[in-house]
């Protein structure tokens, strides 16, 4: 399994922009479908976008298209979340996850091998 590494969070104001990364040890992080989850106080955690192999499909949950965007570069090993026109709602931490298993809509709710620790994000009103 790879290591994952998140940055990037922080304290931002409703309609900012943030870009989360998601750093990825290992030589192989390219046979990795990569997914974002969040998981706010209180509620249970939810997938927020995810990115194939090699970038060719993504996935979003409806409330954030449009808004965030997933990219990757193999070489650096590492993937990325664009978030625009940030809303309180969107106050969690944000945890990268990794698994060696083809992006489809089963298996986003199918366990992920690899997470990472977590980089909180914040958006006040």
């Known amino acids: 399994q790879v290591q994952l590494v998140e940055s990037g969070g922080g304290l931002v104001q409703a309609g900012d922009s943030l870009t989360l990364s998601c750093a990825a040890s290992?030589?192989?992080?390219?046979?990795?479908?990569v997914a974002w989850f969040r998981q706010a106080p209180g509620q249970e955690r939810e997938s927020v976008a995810a990115?194939?192999?090699?970038?060719?499909?993504?996935y979003y949950r409806d409330s954030v298209k449009g808004r965030f965007t997933i990219s990757r570069d193999n070489a650096k090993n590492t993937v990325w979340l664009r978030m625009r026109t940030l809303k309180p709602e969107d106050t969690a931490i944000y945890y990268c996850?990794?698994?060696?298993?083809?992006?489809?809509?089963?298996?986003?709710?199918?366990?992920?091998?690899?997470w990472g620790q977590g980089t909180q994000v914040t958006v006040s009103a």
């Open positions: 990115i194939s192999w090699y970038g060719v499909n993504t």
């Open positions: 290992g030589p192989t992080f390219r046979s990795y479908t």
């Open positions: 996850a990794a698994d060696q298993k083809p992006l489809t809509i089963a298996s986003m709710s199918a366990p992920f091998g690899s």
